[in-house]
């Protein structure tokens, strides 16, 4: 059992930052892929971004490639999204998920655990 929690969002303008956090706690941290979805009313949840285990591979989707940026501390159980130039359309909530499988990365159904997910809003 691995527990989430996500933190660091909230209202920012277009072409802004945020930073958000997902702390884990419970198993093995490394010993999990971990993804961040989002979803916005109305919508499929959609994948954003995972990290390998060990942080040596990462994957973003196509409409956030060269603005979001996922890593990960094992030591302090921790995975961060660096998020730039936001825009509009990035509103959503935001979740974390911890996968334990070795296939199908960015499938929603792929993981294991979520966090409750935390609101970017971003305005124009």
């Known amino acids: 059992q691995v527990q989430l929690e996500e933190s660091g969002g909230g209202l920012v303008q277009a072409g802004g930052s945020l930073r958000l956090s997902c702390a884990a706690s419970g198993r093995t941290f490394s010993n999990y892929r971990i993804g961040w979805f989002r979803q916005a009313p109305g919508k499929e949840r959609e994948f954003v971004a995972t990290?390998?285990?060990?942080?040596?591979?990462?994957i973003y989707t196509d409409s956030v490639k060269g603005r979001f940026t996922i890593s990960r501390d094992n030591a302090k159980n921790t995975v961060s999204l660096q998020m730039d130039s936001l825009k509009p359309e990035d509103t959503a909530v935001y979740y974390c998920a911890a996968s334990s499988k070795y296939l199908r990365a960015t499938f929603p159904s792929t993981y294991d655990y979520w966090g409750r997910g935390t609101q970017v809003t971003v305005s124009s």
């Open positions: 990290i390998s285990r060990n942080g040596g591979s990462t």
